[in-house]
């Protein structure tokens, strides 16, 4: 029996005193987080929910959220995270979908209101009763007329409260995709991969790398839950929280050297992140001290990290960035670039201690690990299915062994290659284009920022590619003169049609670039 929530107590009790949270320059202590947390459960449970139940959170970077996440888990009910950039159909998709029986979410983020989005999707389902608003002070009014807040739904609730025990199989989360190819999967994690992964990946890290980390993005992915909620509260260290926006908007338009301000003025050690957050700190470091930069490790996840980039970032910054590789299906961990490895350039590092690997051909047959082929994982953090689509889990979920659908290879020395999506590849005429391979070189361009690939109808081969790239100075380039360089670099028929220059690319809520709105 298990419950990370337990994690929380814990630290409250050996270090009350330890800031678990920097929010807008203020500390907030394991034991204030604490003491909200558990009044949060005995007033969940004093309105009827516990074990069973699924409670959704939706919420920006703020205590509240941390304060609610953990709140939901002692009662025993299921975390339902949910996207605060959905739409009110997709909340509605989503709160129907996992059949959530409460909900708290946030009020709005500057210009953006998301409190009434997510009101009208709840009005438009039978299954929500009740909706409880997190505003920026954990113990502030609600903000929304005629719902109630934290603070009312903590109100004279005590502060200890006897923190429900799992059994390994229950439910403990419900992870929804991010939406990069435009269909939403909610995913169900129980508590016992939830204490596997946390066993698996806390001891990758030397404890000063990591201990004070830098949130960036929103909580609601499994990377982020993982390295910004479970691994720090288990270890007792602190996260910054910043007010993250859409990432395009993040990237685009805020101040960059608020953000650098924030690391460098609260000490951030640890930064896990997309490689497009890491090229977007590059491109704004002009002014920033190597001697400044108080970070020692970033990981890299999500999308494939250039080479090119991994350097620049050691040499600029003298900060090691190291590639990692996982799925919210695996509880985001499944291999780490180690620095006792040496660099390994283009190898997104090697399977975890505790996990198993295999390559298989079309038809499932094994083949050695230095082949191309199918890769496959085993691992005692796995997600249980996919809500409500058994089909999808039974042909994803086969035997035990999770079907990535990614192309892989391995080194002799063991490190691991994602080369493709299987059902990436773009098909024009006889010629195959591989949409990872083009983005990979465009991002080698000195001119190029970010790039992205996908496939456009064609009057007569069906299919072509298409490129969009931002890049890191306007007209540094023209599409024509790129597109040129690019075909000279590609063997014939594998470059895209066409590159479209942008001055952004759409992202998803966890900095992902969201291909399905490029065409």
């Given at each position: 029996?298990?419950?990370?929530?337990?994690?929380?107590?814990?630290?409250?009790?050996?270090?009350?005193?330890?800031?678990?949270?920097?929010?807008?320059d203020r500390p907030y202590s394991y034991s204030q987080i604490h003491r909200w947390a558990t009044k949060a459960a005995a007033g969940l449970t004093?309105?009827?929910?516990?074990?069973?139940?699924?409670i959704a959170l939706c919420c920006n970077n703020r205590p509240s959220f941390l304060i609610a996440?953990?709140?939901?888990?002692?009662?025993?009910?299921?975390?339902?995270?949910?996207?605060?950039?959905?739409?009110?159909?997709d909340f509605a998709f989503m709160l129907e979908d996992s059949e959530v029986d409460a909900f708290l979410c946030f009020d709005n983020y500057g210009d953006d209101p998301v409190a009434p989005r997510a009101i009208a999707a709840m009005?438009?389902?039978?299954?929500?009763?009740?909706?409880?608003i997190l505003p920026v002070d954990p113990e502030g009014a609600s903000t929304v007329i005629g719902f109630p807040s934290l603070a009312d739904l903590m109100k004279d609730q005590p502060e200890r409260f006897p923190i429900h025990h799992f059994e390994r199989e229950d439910a403990a989360l419900v992870v929804y995709t991010s939406g990069s190819t435009g269909k939403q999967k909610g995913?169900?994690?129980?508590?016992?991969?939830?204490?596997?992964?946390?066993?698996?990946?806390?001891?990758?890290?030397?404890?000063?790398?990591?201990?004070?980390?830098?949130?960036?993005?929103?909580?609601?992915?499994?990377?982020?839950?993982?390295?910004?909620?479970?691994?720090?509260?288990?270890?007792?260290?602190?996260?910054?929280?910043?007010?993250?926006?859409?990432?395009?908007?993040?990237?685009?338009?805020?101040?960059?050297g608020a953000v650098w301000q924030n690391i460098i003025d609260h000490g951030a050690t640890f930064i896990v992140a997309v490689p497009s957050?890491?090229?977007?700190?590059?491109?704004?470091?002009?002014?920033?001290?190597?001697?400044?930069?108080?970070?020692?490790?970033c990981i890299s996840g999500g999308a494939a990290l250039p080479a090119a980039w991994e350097r620049e970032f050691r040499e600029r910054l003298g900060v090691q960035l190291r590639a990692g590789y996982g799925a919210s299906e695996t509880c985001a961990a499944l291999a780490w670039s180690w620095p006792s490895g040496g660099q390994h350039e283009g190898y997104t590092g090697k399977i975890?201690?505790?996990?198993?690997?295999?390559i298989v051909d079309d038809n499932d047959n094994d083949l050695a690990l230095?082949?191309?082929?199918?890769?496959?994982?085993?691992?005692?953090?796995?997600?249980?299915?996919?809500?409500?689509?058994?089909?999808?889990?039974?042909?994803?979920?086969?035997?035990?062994?999770?079907?990535?659908?990614?192309?892989?290879?391995?080194?002799?020395?063991?490190?691991?290659?994602?080369?493709?999506?299987?059902?990436?590849?773009?098909?024009?005429?006889?010629?195959?284009?591989?949409?990872?391979?083009?983005?990979?070189?465009?991002?080698?361009?000195?001119?190029?920022?970010?790039?992205?690939?996908?496939?456009?109808?064609?009057?007569?081969?069906?299919?072509?590619?298409?490129?969009?790239?931002?890049?890191?100075?306007?007209?540094?380039?023209?599409?024509q003169a790129l597109l040129d360089w690019l075909r000279g670099e590609l063997p014939v028929g594998q470059a895209p049609g066409q590159i479209e220059i942008r001055d952004a690319l759409p992202m998803t809520n966890t900095g992902k670039i969201a291909r399905h709105m490029l065409s």
């Open positions: 029996m298990t419950n990370a929530a337990f994690y929380l107590e814990a630290t409250a009790l050996r270090s009350p005193d330890a800031t678990a949270v920097i929010f807008r004093a309105q009827g929910y516990g074990p069973g139940d699924r996440y953990f709140g939901i888990l002692m009662t025993g009910a299921t975390v339902v995270n949910l996207l605060w950039t959905s739409t009110e159909q009005r438009r389902v039978s299954c929500v009763k009740q909706l409880w995913l169900e994690i129980s508590a016992g991969a939830v204490a596997e992964v946390v066993n698996l990946t806390v001891p990758l890290f030397e404890i000063d790398h990591c201990r004070v980390r830098l949130s960036i993005f929103t909580m609601e992915c499994m990377m982020s839950q993982l390295f910004l909620i479970l691994q720090p509260v288990f270890l007792g260290q602190s996260v910054i929280y910043l007010e993250c926006e859409n990432p395009e908007t993040l990237i685009d338009k805020k101040n960059p957050f890491y090229r977007w700190l590059l491109d704004h470091a002009d002014g920033v001290r190597k001697e400044q930069v108080p970070l020692k490790l975890l201690p505790g996990i198993e690997a295999r230095t082949d191309r082929g199918h890769l496959l994982v085993r691992s005692p953090a796995m997600m249980t299915r996919y809500i409500n689509r058994p089909d999808l889990t039974a042909t994803t979920m086969k035997d035990g062994w999770y079907h990535t659908r990614d192309i892989a290879t391995f080194s002799s020395d063991g490190y691991l290659k994602i080369i493709g999506r299987m059902d990436s590849r773009i098909t024009r005429g006889n010629e195959h284009i591989v949409p990872e391979v083009v983005e990979s070189l465009l991002q080698r361009h000195p001119a190029v920022s970010l790039a992205a690939v996908v496939a456009v109808p064609h009057p007569t081969y069906g299919q072509d590619g298409k490129a969009f790239v931002t890049l890191k100075q306007k007209k540094a380039i023209d599409a």
